[in-house]
């Protein structure tokens, strides 16, 4: 009950305009794992540096403020990582730039994050004595160019590119990591006579995460989780055996048969089957029953994956070890399960099965023509048109593109979130309000946004987190989404956001 008053509350305060907790907080050294920057590390120890060329430009609608913005390598200075962006106002005025990339709703360049595909990690903006190391409150005027830079730490030496991550602007991909002395701005000040001051490096610690990839193939009982870790399959129990059994169903052969392709195309290694019950009846006796099902199943396993090639350790976790808190029979469900565990990158081999959707209340529209919604509350009218969708080593990268089509400007606010109790039943008043309500289908699978886990019990969407700053009238603002990657060879993916949006024939390129 407490939980749900809580849950009433943030939601009261984020409608009305409110002010709610930050987003953001500062990072724990001790928990996030990257060594904090070298002392007295300064983007000035060098003196002024000329802004390296840009490796990627692109034009960018922020919020009605049109931008022309040039990502330059990412340069490495001692321990840290540098991200500048060459930005230029090209609309009429001046623009408080940063305040529309922010992360934690200021005037602060904090909302960039770094994406290490092949290392399946998210690097977020570094913070020094409670604040972030990053360009804040800077004005351009029209046709002035400024550089918005934030550091990062924690980056191996052995990483030479990463993913750019921001706000309106998109993914910029596989930008190079380069020594160097990092581009200081320019001296004299903006039009409010505020001087940009050059990033102090100095004790500047980032939080980096692993990211994790979910999807649930609903034709056979199959929930595949991977992460830098390694891959967890979890077979439904209850398409496994029958209540309080150990003895295989008919129906388990297909859910056997296609956790068998996935693991034979990770290829031979180490198999750990456990099994693991809800919290129904004895401790003992649930102990007993998640010993004898994982034995069922690595036994019926052994068949296709033979001990010479998958060598497996079977374990027994009885209810110790919920997916989910168990509050109700669905939870108790999804903790009914055997998990086969192996390391992979958790894309399935097999092509998806050509399935009919499930139904939806929702606009329906295909890629090519978008679709158009008019968003409750008068809060205007909207068109979702499908950007690039790009396969990124085991992720799919895919932007959404908002447009307001109407006479008045638009907010998407809570159009595209998740409940404030998330998939992973996690409390989270700010899930409602991005883009984490977003999910792929192909065929009968279901793949939801990647995650990480920022603190304990604190996961977050790898996707734009608050969608709470109107659109004006004629402009768009792109949303980043990232996937579990589909199996090769896909051609096109489905968008959906359950009875209120759907966009089929996505196309991959």
């Not at 996030?32 to 983007?43: F, K």
């Not at 609903?218 to 055996?241: I, K």
């Not at 003992?284 to 090639?309: C, F, Y």
């Not at 899930?431 to 977003?438: C, L």
Request: net charge neutral; hydrophobic share 35%.
């Amino acid at each position: 009950m407490m939980r749900r008053l809580l849950a009433a509350l943030a939601a009261g305060l984020l409608l009305c305009g409110c002010s709610a907790p930050s987003p953001s907080s500062s990072p724990d050294p001790a928990s996030s794992g990257p060594a904090p920057a070298a002392a007295g590390a300064s983007s000035s120890s060098s003196g002024p540096s000329l802004a390296p060329v840009p490796i990627e430009t692109r034009r960018v609608d922020a919020g009605g403020d049109v931008l022309t913005m040039g990502v330059g390598p990412l340069i490495r200075s001692g321990d840290v990582v540098v991200l500048s962006i060459a930005t230029t106002l090209e609309s009429a005025g001046s623009a408080q730039v940063g305040r529309q990339f922010s992360a934690s709703q200021t005037t602060s360049f904090d909302g960039a994050r770094l994406v290490d595909t092949a290392g399946r990690r998210v690097y977020l903006t570094a913070e020094a004595g409670g604040n972030c190391v990053c360009t804040t409150r800077v004005r351009i005027d029209r046709g002035e160019t400024r550089p918005l830079q934030a550091a990062f730490s924690g980056v191996p030496a052995t990483v030479t590119s990463l993913s750019v991550m921001l706000p309106y602007a998109g993914v910029f991909a596989d930008v190079p990591i380069v020594a160097g002395p990092v581009p200081a701005p320019p001296t004299g000040p903006d039009s409010l006579g505020r001087t940009q001051e050059p990033l102090d490096l100095t004790g500047a610690v980032s939080v980096s995460a692993a990211l994790d990839a979910y999807s649930d193939r609903s034709d056979v009982g199959l929930r595949t989780r991977s992460g830098a870790d390694g891959v967890d399959l979890n077979l439904d129990t209850d398409v496994l055996f029958k209540l309080d059994s150990s003895q295989l169903t008919a129906q388990a052969g297909k859910t056997i048969a296609a956790a068998v392709a996935d693991v034979k195309a990770a290829g031979a290694g180490p198999l750990t089957v456990t099994g693991h019950t809800d919290d129904s009846g004895s401790t003992a006796h649930n102990q007993t029953l998640s010993k004898q099902r994982a034995e069922a199943v690595a036994t019926a396993i052994t068949g296709p994956l033979p001990d010479a090639t998958w060598p497996k350790t079977v374990a027994a976790k009885g209810e110790t070890q919920p997916a989910v808190p168990n509050t109700d029979a669905a939870s108790r469900a999804r903790n009914r399960r055997v998990t086969i565990s192996f390391q992979g990158d958790g894309r399935s081999a097999a092509q998806r099965a050509k399935t009919t959707l499930p139904k939806t209340t929702g606009a329906v529209g295909k890629a090519a023509a978008g679709v158009e919604v008019s968003l409750p509350l008068h809060r205007g009218t909207i068109r979702f048109t499908p950007g690039r969708a790009r396969l990124s080593g085991p992720f799919l990268q895919l932007d959404l593109i908002a447009t307001t089509v109407g006479p008045d400007k638009a907010t998407i606010h809570d159009f595209l979130g998740q409940g404030v109790f998330t998939a992973r039943d996690e409390f989270d008043p700010y899930a409602r309000y991005g883009a984490a309500g977003i999910r792929l289908f192909d065929g009968t699978t279901t793949s939801y946004s990647l995650d990480y886990e920022l603190h304990p019990g604190d996961h977050r969407c790898l996707c734009d987190r608050l969608l709470s700053r109107p659109i004006p009238p004629g402009s768009s603002q792109t949303l980043s989404l990232w996937f579990p990657a589909p199996p090769p060879a896909t051609k096109s993916v489905t968008l959906d956001v359950p009875d209120k949006l759907r966009l089929t024939d996505v196309p991959i390129s």
